[in-house]
């Protein structure tokens, strides 16, 4: 903290930890409580079980984890492949075709998501192209959901490379294709695992667009969520609910790991 003093950083705490406490941690505390409830009491869940954790990693429950797992991994592989080859051509055009590249990937993002997935819908759901009612065009709006991120991540660390590595490469008589695949990818491979995880991550928790697109085989964790809620099954959704954290967190604990070994190679 650009605190100095002592009295200054306990009063940054204690303003952190009044802002933090009632607008993050409280309410997800309270979801980990649910979890373990049958009922509320007062303004708190009461009587303890684990029966919703039970139903909550078997059954249609565990194929839905299974099934977001999936979605999210093939989403995030498809947006980091796009997004890095669109950062790379971006990289070697000029100002206004930059610009004009950066509010295309931009734009899935500038819209409301259920308004993408409308826009999938209506798109691919008569030939050629026909994926309303598979698995692809759950993949497929979140592939266009997340690679904006995946996009500018990647832009980002592009322009804080170094381009004497390149240049010396160059000099030395080695190819683009071999640069590109040698020098610049591994030196981009922090930044790549970020974007990978990023996409991940929203990809496990989206929602509206996919409760326009996914078919009755193919429900994600999130929808099963807001569908155990809005019957009113709120302990066993907050189960639920936790296993989908746990699971990102997961996830994402692997690719820090992963970035970090790639950070000091």
């Not at 004009?100 to 500038?110: G, I, K, Q, S, Y």
């Not at 996009?151 to 804080?160: D, F, G, T």
């Not at 790549?192 to 078919?215: D, K, N, Q, W």
Request: glycine share 6%; with cysteine.
């Amino acid at each position: 903290m650009l605190v100095h003093s002592k009295t200054g950083r306990w009063a940054a705490w204690s303003l952190f930890g009044l802002l933090f406490l009632p607008l993050f941690a409280l309410p997800l505390l309270v979801v980990g409580a649910a979890s373990f409830a049958t009922h509320w009491s007062g303004a708190f869940p009461s009587g303890p079980t684990t029966a919703n954790y039970a139903s909550a990693v078997r059954g249609e429950s565990l194929q839905a984890l299974t099934t977001s797992l999936v979605t999210a991994l093939a989403a995030s592989l498809l947006a980091l492949a796009v997004g890095t080859w669109a950062a790379l051509a971006a990289a070697t055009l000029r100002k206004r075709g930059k610009r004009a590249l950066d509010a295309l990937f931009m734009l899935p993002v500038a819209v409301p998501s259920v308004v993408v997935g409308l826009a999938v819908l209506v798109a691919f759901s008569r030939p050629p192209v026909l994926l309303n009612g598979t698995s692809s065009i759950v993949v497929l709006a979140h592939t266009i959901l997340v690679t904006a991120f995946a996009y500018q991540s990647v832009s980002a660390a592009i322009v804080r490379l170094d381009p004497a590595y390149e240049q010396a490469a160059a000099s030395l008589g080695a190819r683009p294709a071999y640069v590109l695949w040698r020098v610049k990818l591994p030196l981009l491979l922090p930044s790549l695992t970020a974007a990978a995880g990023l996409c991940f991550a929203l990809s496990m928790g989206e929602l509206s667009a996919t409760m326009m697109l996914y078919p009755p085989d193919w429900m994600p964790l999130p929808v099963r969520i807001f569908t155990a809620t809005d019957r009113g099954s709120l302990f066993s959704g907050s189960a639920v609910a936790v296993v989908l954290m746990a699971a990102t967190l997961l996830v994402l604990l692997a690719v820090s790991r992963v970035r970090t070994k790639a950070s000091y190679r």
